[in-house]
């Protein structure tokens, strides 16, 4: 595997790749991986003829900047997990190098998919995400870029960045990877005690019953049933539930056939906030 630290030298490298007509496949991470990234890896993989990936912990979409900190580096670790994948490139930059001597995000208009949820909760994150995703684009100028759903509402922003920004690189979602017991893979997920981490696939398992509820009930019903789940639970605490269409991620008041629907929650177990989302009939 190949690692480059700095934007020139990838740049020189990938200009080889093109110049042969070769496919470039791209899976942005912010390290500390696991199964869900390499899924997501064997998925470029397969489809492409080299594929690259990055870690970078992105300074600019931490609106709490303590989690910044506390959040997991494990560059050796996942240096080993991506040589037993055979990934070909990793890009692995220092926030110098990504953001010179201005680390300060750009300002994005996202057709108000950046408003909802997530957005409500944590300001600028996506002005953030936005801003080291266009970035990497840039340099690497990948055919396709994959993105995993638990991260649904991110997924959609980038989307619509593409399409507003006219930037050549096919999008593509992968489905959620999950633990034995439900919950969703995610780098914070190391971060649970025993306890937290005991009682954190009671999430997906109220998600899987709010599912087959709003087969019967109205969407107010089911968030309703939903809240008061978590409110009699000892330990989770939940921030947000809403289910929201796909293509605008606005809270729905009344079903409609013709729209996709999801069900979106944020919950605090102990001082790591989980996210998840289930896709709705």
Not at 13 to 21: P, Q
Not at 102 to 122: H, P, S, V, W, Y
């Amino acid at each position: 595997m190949k690692v480059y630290k700095t934007k020139s030298e990838l740049k020189c490298f990938l200009s080889t790749i093109k110049k042969a007509h070769r496919s470039i496949g791209f899976v942005p991470t912010m390290g500390a991986l696991h199964q869900g990234h390499l899924s997501l890896i064997q998925k470029a993989k397969k489809k492409n003829d080299i594929t690259v990936v990055s870690i970078f912990v992105n300074p600019t979409q931490f609106d709490n900047k303590e989690d910044l900190v506390k959040y997991p580096k494990t560059t050796d670790q996942d240096i080993a997990l991506l040589e037993g994948v055979d990934c070909e490139v990793l890009f692995l930059p220092s926030v110098a190098e990504i953001y010179d001597s201005n680390i300060i995000a750009d300002t994005f208009n996202f057709d108000g998919l950046e408003d909802q949820m997530e957005g409500k909760f944590r300001n600028g994150h996506f002005d953030g995400v936005g801003t080291v995703v266009k970035t990497l684009f840039e340099i690497i100028e990948p055919d396709s870029a994959y993105f995993g759903k638990k991260d649904f509402q991110q997924l959609q922003i980038i989307k619509k960045m593409v399409e507003k920004y006219a930037i050549p690189v096919q999008i593509q979602g992968c489905d959620i990877y999950r633990e034995s017991d439900g919950l969703a893979m995610s780098s914070r997920n190391t971060r649970l005690s025993d306890e937290y981490r005991k009682a954190a696939p009671f999430i997906y398992q109220t998600l899987k019953k709010a599912k087959k509820k709003f087969g019967t009930k109205s969407a107010n019903e089911v968030t309703r049933w939903v809240k008061k789940k978590f409110k009699e639970h000892p330990l989770l605490i939940l921030e947000y539930f809403t289910i929201a269409s796909e293509k605008t991620l606005k809270t729905i008041e009344a079903k409609k056939e013709s729209e996709k629907y999801r069900a979106f929650i944020a919950v605090f177990a102990g001082e790591i906030r989980l996210i998840d989302n289930i896709r709705l009939k």
